[in-house]
């Protein structure tokens, strides 16, 4: 099984929300920011998609 690795930049990270409204299983917001609850991943599952969707590309999934 493969493993994915969450590389994420809080300096950049603007608080919109979207990534924990699009993975709520692993994103959350603390504050003024988001937070992702885990970085080593089995799957990248819906962290792929919040990857995609951040507006300012402070969430980097990659393989291991």
């Known amino acids: 099984m493969a493993k994915y690795k969450i590389n994420y930049e809080e300096e950049k990270c603007i608080g919109c929300g979207t990534c924990a409204a699009l993975c709520p299983d692993n994103w959350e917001m603390q504050g003024d920011k988001a937070k992702p ?3 080593v991943l089995g799957e990248a599952g ?3 998609e919040a990857e ?3 507006p300012v590309n402070c969430i980097h999934v990659t393989e291991q």
């Open 52 to 54: 995609e969707s951040c």
């Open 46 to 48: 819906c962290n792929k």
């Open 37 to 39: 609850k885990k970085t």
